[in-house]
């Protein structure tokens, strides 16, 4: 219980709220209402998947953990500042409220667990795609239950030491104590600032690594349009976390140098990190499409192919490639080489109409040795390979009248013709 006689008049019960302030926390209440539902709804999407995979293949995706986690995080963050509602119901900030220290606790819980997973997928992604490297099964969940036993270890030592006057009103909302600066620093705002720069460092070296290796041919030539797409999503994971969270931190920042922000200000700064739940699922739903939609737990050895927009058009899964190679064979000594003419092995890519190449290596003398190398492989058929064929099947039907087309099975055709 809080005990009213120690509180000054910037942290005592708000009665009635001002007009102004309502407009503000009806939008921050509409906006924690969109992030609670759509985590919601991504969290249960995901514990489906998880479900079924675990059913069907008996393996899971430690990408699809990790989001799972970031998910969770979100939800408590839109509860924290979804409590607003209560407030707007009876026109006051009431510090005895059981919603005042729930939402303290939310904001405290909410705001660090965001940062924490959000830069545990950033360093997930940079062992992955840079490294090839993932933990160990046993290992990662490791890693994820300390993870939360530090979020919650944190965000309980403030609560040990001050039970009794540590959640109440500051602002328009109920959280830390102001006059318990050292405390909302260390258990809080210099962990967001930690992740916030983080971040933005890890998603940076991705991004600089990534280019280096496009630059000196690390990938093939069908790989370099897919990184370059992946370069600008680089840039836009550690955008959406930063703006997000810096309005707010900064101005509880600027309320320890005893510069308050408004209380509009503050309310635009809720608005903005209360957006971090649903602006995590727009972004991971739009971008990687394949850890969440895929009807079969994506390998985890997959790196950049984590990355899969839901705008970019799925590559055909059928085709051929024919390498032509060409050596040049040295002539006898008693003939003499022309000047011109330079020993040597060269290469020249053709690009077909249906993304084949021809490769022709070696031209360099009048004797030329051309060696054909053709390799088959062959795999399990998937439902979109069923379902290209299918189409590939129907594209080639003959147009003339004086023929139909009738299916004699799944995998087969036969043309019949039409008596006159």
């Known amino acids: ?79 924290a500042f979804l409590l607003n509602v209560e407030w707007l119901r009876i026109d006051s900030v009431n510090v005895l409220s059981p919603a005042c220290w729930a939402q303290g ?3 405290s819980t ?12 950033a360093l997930h992604t940079f062992a992955s795609v840079v490294f090839d490297y993932r933990l160990r099964r046993r290992w990662f969940y ?12 944190i965000s309980l030592i403030p609560v040990a030491l001050h039970p009794n006057d540590l959640y109440v009103r500051a602002g328009v909302w109920c959280w830390v104590h102001h006059s318990h600066a050292n405390l909302r620093l260390w258990a809080h705002y210099i962990w967001i600032f930690f992740f916030e720069f983080g971040n933005i460092l890890i998603y940076a070296m991705i991004y600089f690594i990534l280019y280096h290796r496009i630059r000196h041919n690390y990938y093939t030539e069908d790989q370099i349009s897919r990184v370059k797409s992946i370069l600008n999503l680089m840039v836009v994971y550690p955008i959406v976390y930063v703006v997000c969270t810096l309005p707010l931190a900064s101005a ?7 510069r308050p922000p408004s209380w509009g200000r503050l309310c635009f700064s809720a608005l ?29 050895n997959n790196g950049i192919d984590t990355f899969s927009p839901i705008w970019r ?6 085709g051929a490639m024919t390498t032509i190679e060409t050596t040049a064979v040295k002539q006898p000594k008693h003939k003499k080489k022309s000047s011109h003419v330079r020993a040597g092995r060269g290469l020249v890519s053709l690009q077909s109409r249906d993304d ?49 087309y009738s299916e004699e099975s799944d995998i087969g055709f036969k043309l019949e013709r039409i008596p006159d």
């Open 142 to 153: 490791t890693v994820i239950a300390a993870l939360w036993l530090f979020i919650y270890g």
């Open 272 to 300: 903005m990190i209360t957006s971090n739940g649903w602006l995590d699922v727009l972004l991971y739903t739009l971008t990687r499409r394949i850890l969440l939609f895929s009807d079969e737990p994506p390998p985890d």
């Open 110 to 121: 909410g705001d660090l667990a965001s940062g924490v997973w959000c830069f545990t997928i």
């Open 252 to 258: 509880r920042m600027a309320s320890m140098f005893d």
């Open 105 to 107: 606790w939310f904001v």
């Open 313 to 318: 058009h799925s590559a055909k899964r059928f």
């Open 356 to 404: 084949s190449s021809d490769d022709l290596c070696g031209v360099g003398t009048n004797n030329i040795k051309l060696e054909t190398t053709t390799t088959v492989f062959s795999e399990l058929a998937v439902q979109a390979d069923l379902e290209e064929m299918e189409a590939e099947r129907k594209r080639r039907r003959p147009p003339t009248p004086t023929e139909r």
């Open 1 to 79: 219980m809080v005990a009213l006689e120690h509180l000054d008049d910037d942290s005592q019960s708000l009665h009635p709220l001002p007009p102004h302030i309502h407009r503000w926390l009806r939008a921050v209440v509409v906006f924690g209402f969109l992030s609670f539902v759509s985590s919601v709804t991504l969290l249960l999407l995901l514990i489906y998947r998880l479900f079924r995979w675990k059913i069907k293949s008996r393996r899971s995706n430690q990408f699809v953990i990790l989001i799972l986690n970031l998910v969770l995080a979100d939800i408590q963050q839109s509860c």
